[in-house]
């Protein structure tokens, strides 16, 4: 979390940054800070969005070529002014942005107060930077080579840039475990946590490995490791467009982001998938098929919303596939000395492709001699660049803060992985296997159909948007899009809500069914029916109020729930990736009606990068 970027160049630096700054908020908006050289170095900084920080600054003559910038997920210290990014040095000639945390602050601090230092905030950045100019001072080398013999000393995960008064077109930036993309301009370079504040300036990127230090210095891109080897800097092209990062008429980028799932789920399939021909191609995992194809066991790992993903294909990966599957939470997974063998298959879902713990996660399952297996939607994300394979779910710049294109085309993805998988080992037929791909082809337009009915979602929402409480209740394929559904209406519109397999209610969550209890059941019309109508029945009875997720033509459930919404039928296998499309409207709508801020929600931030 947190969002860093920075600008040396011809530009107006503070514009370059404060819109760039803007794009990076998903990352963190507790405060927010730039650093510019006019008549010296000055900081200026503020709690709150990019946009208290804009109001702050306006009016002012802040005219340099060269800056850094920050939006904050506070980590160490509480989300005020003088915690905010940029820090100072001692000195005040240094100036630092960082994503991440270092871990041994706290001893580095000591070290640093015993010799005189004294500190302004409670933050682990600004001890990092103390620390590189008590390294330069007393070492007299360059700044680059302070900054390289800090980060040696540094435990933690980071992406830095300081800028130096002494130094007017300089900009070193550093990373380890947190993303840094530089973008090369003519006569200017930008430098982001990723490409959306870089995109409408250049194309050429240069992705930050860990580990490495690049140097910016009259107009050269310098680029070595932190041992001090040098290294080429390897351009790539973006693929990105602007508009993939704009609102395009839409109230809020959550929105826009669920009516784009037709063509993200598309987009997902395009080339991959002709059902015609029986066809199944995923170019990045071509390699590792029959390693997949031959593993004992598949451990998925994953947080969030793409824990929820990785909990769908655990069933698909089990039904057609008939191979065991574990799905664990990346954070748990890391901590509990898991059991991983030579071979198995460790599969990473993550839209962003930096959540801290999944990295972790991987390192560990690499470690142990795992094949990885990347399920990203960033392109040249960490987690992409550090599995061996892996297939992208291509759903285009996910902006809202709660994961909703981004999950259905994990869903789309994982079911192409199984598959495939499925295909090679014998274990699906040949009739089945057309069956599904048949329908998988169907799913844009299915869930068009579903997006058609955002206005009834809409007056649901409105009943029901003084709730306290949320129930979400299905069976198979349909409980983790119980648990998607609950996550995202406590995500944004902060209701308590519980996500739970249906039939488990009884032992537990039935207690807490009144008369003022909404429950969502996602009972579409599947291999549980039956047994869902049952566990209908039961909170019928202690008077709860039913909204229910049913199959197009369903007789029954409408003459039991108050609230019916119909969607397609499709292959009970697919339809988490229907069924959780009213979902996202229903807690969209809520958290709207609530006056919540829905793209920006209290607390959260869409990329992890902490542990
Ligand atoms: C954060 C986000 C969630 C996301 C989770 C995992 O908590 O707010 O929306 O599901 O991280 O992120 P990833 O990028 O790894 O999918």
């Known amino acids: 979390m947190c969002g860093i970027v920075a600008y040396v160049g011809h530009r107006n630096a503070q514009d370059v940054i404060i819109k760039g700054l803007k794009r990076l908020e998903y990352?963190?908006?507790?405060?927010?800070?730039?650093?510019?050289?006019?008549?010296?170095?000055?900081?200026?900084?503020?709690?709150?969005?990019?946009?208290?920080?804009?109001?702050?600054?306006?009016?002012?003559?802040?005219?340099s070529t060269i800056g850094i910038g920050h939006t904050r997920w506070a980590t160490h210290?509480?989300?005020?002014?003088?915690?905010?990014?940029?820090?100072?040095?001692?000195?005040?000639k240094?100036?630092?942005?960082?994503?991440?945390?270092?871990?041994?602050?706290?001893?580095?601090?000591?070290?640093?107060?015993n010799k005189g230092h004294q500190f302004l905030s409670e933050t682990d950045t600004e001890v990092l930077i103390h620390f590189i100019e008590d390294i330069w001072e007393n070492n007299h080398c360059s700044l680059e080579e302070a900054v390289r013999l800090a980060l040696n000393q540094v435990i933690g995960a980071y992406a830095i840039v300081i800028m130096s008064s002494?130094?007017?077109?300089?900009?070193?930036?550093?990373?380890?475990?947190?993303?840094?993309?530089?973008?090369?301009?003519?006569?200017?370079?930008?430098?982001?946590?990723?490409?959306?504040?870089?995109?409408?300036y250049t194309k050429e990127v240069v992705y930050l490995n860990d580990q490495e230090i690049a140097v910016i210095d009259n107009g050269?891109?310098?680029?070595?490791?932190?041992?001090?080897?040098?290294?080429?800097p390897y351009i790539q092209k973006l693929e990105m467009e602007l508009e993939a990062i704009e609102k395009g008429g839409f109230d809020h980028f959550m929105l826009k982001e669920i009516?784009?799932?037709?063509?993200?789920?598309?987009?997902?399939?395009?080339?991959?998938?002709?059902?015609?021909?029986?066809?199944l191609v995923l170019g990045g995992i071509r390699?590792?098929?029959?390693?997949?194809?031959?593993?004992?066991?598949?451990?998925?790992?994953?947080?969030?919303?793409?824990?929820?993903?990785?909990?769908?294909?655990?069933?698909?990966f089990e039904e057609f596939c008939r191979i065991p599957v574990e799905v664990e939470y990346a954070s748990e997974f890391r901590y509990r000395n898991p059991i991983i063998r030579e071979g198995d298959v460790v599969i990473a879902i993550s839209q962003s492709g930096e959540t801290a713990d999944t990295l972790a996660a991987i390192e560990l399952a690499k470690s142990k001699g795992a094949i990885i297996i990347g399920v990203c939607n960033v392109v040249g994300s960490s987690i992409a660049r550090t599995s061996h394979a892996g297939s992208y779910t291509h759903a285009g710049p996910e902006i809202g803060v709660a994961s909703t294109k981004a999950f259905t085309a994990q869903l789309t993805v994982l079911s192409l992985i199984c598959l495939s998988i499925a295909q090679k080992r014998g274990t699906i037929t040949d009739q089945a296997l057309h069956q599904l791909l048949v329908e998988l082809e169907t799913i844009p337009e299915k869930v068009e159909r579903v997006l058609a009915l955002n206005d009834q979602i809409k007056e649901i929402a409105n009943t029901f948007k003084n709730a306290s409480n949320f129930l979400y209740l299905g069976r198979g394929y349909n409980f983790p899009v119980a648990l998607e559904g609950a996550l995202k209406l406590k995500e944004i519109s902060y209701i308590h809500a519980e996500g739970y397999p249906a039939a488990e209610m009884k032992h537990g969550p039935i207690a807490l069914i009144d008369e003022a209890m909404p429950v969502a059941f996602i009972a579409t019309n599947d291999s549980s029916y039956e047994k869902i109508i049952s566990n209908i029945q039961e909170v019928k009875a202690r008077k709860g109020r039913v909204i229910a997720v049913v199959t197009e033509g369903d007789k029954l459930i409408p003459q039991m729930a108050e609230f019916v919404i119909e969607v397609p039928s499709v292959h009970e296998a697919l339809m988490p990736m229907v069924s959780v499309i009213p979902l996202q409207l229903l807690s969209y709508h809520i958290a709207v009606m609530r006056g919540c801020n829905v793209d920006q929600p209290r607390n959260l931030a869409k990329s992890v990068t902490v542990e």
């Open 27 to 63: 990352r963190g908006y507790d405060s927010a800070g730039i650093a510019l050289l006019n008549n010296g170095l000055n900081v200026y900084k503020k709690k709150g969005k990019v946009a208290d920080l804009e109001d702050h600054v306006t009016g002012e003559e802040l005219i």
């Open 77 to 92: 210290g509480e989300p005020n002014d003088v915690n905010a990014h940029p820090h100072y040095s001692s000195s005040r």
């Open 94 to 113: 240094l100036a630092i942005i960082h994503n991440g945390i270092i871990e041994n602050y706290s001893a580095l601090k000591q070290e640093l107060i």
């Open 166 to 200: 002494e130094n007017p077109d300089m900009l070193i930036a550093a990373r380890k475990g947190s993303p840094l993309v530089i973008g090369i301009g003519k006569d200017e370079y930008f430098m982001a946590s990723d490409a959306t504040p870089i995109i409408e």
């Open 220 to 232: 050269e891109l310098r680029i070595k490791t932190v041992e001090d080897i040098p290294s080429t």
């Open 259 to 279: 009516f784009e799932q037709p063509r993200s789920i598309r987009d997902c399939m395009r080339g991959r998938l002709d059902a015609n021909e029986g066809r």
């Open 287 to 316: 390699e590792y098929l029959n390693k997949m194809v031959n593993a004992e066991r598949i451990i998925i790992v994953a947080c969030g919303t793409s824990w929820h993903a990785g909990l769908v294909a655990e069933y698909l």
